[in-house]
């Protein structure tokens, strides 16, 4: 419960425009994005350092090296 609590209580100021799902991190906000566009499929590239990836959720996990 607390941890829940915890994950509730983070800001989250990106938001979608489509869908009004929102996010901590911009990036992950623009790696969501590509859902909306049909670009999902294709390769979502780091914003940081331009490593590729096929998966969203590797992306998402691998932009967390960046932010911390």
């Not at 915890?6 to 901590?24: A, D, G, I, L």
């Not at 992950?28 to 294709?42: C, M, N, P």
């Not at 390769?43 to 932009?63: E, W």
């Amino acid at each position: 419960l607390v941890r829940h609590q915890v994950n509730n209580m983070v800001e989250r100021p990106y938001t979608c425009s489509q869908c009004k799902e929102s996010f901590s991190l911009e990036v992950s906000l623009i790696l969501h994005q590509k859902l909306h566009t049909g670009k999902g499929d294709g390769p979502l590239t780091c914003t940081y350092c331009g490593k590729d990836f096929r998966d969203l959720s590797k992306a998402i996990r691998h932009q967390r090296i960046h932010t911390g």
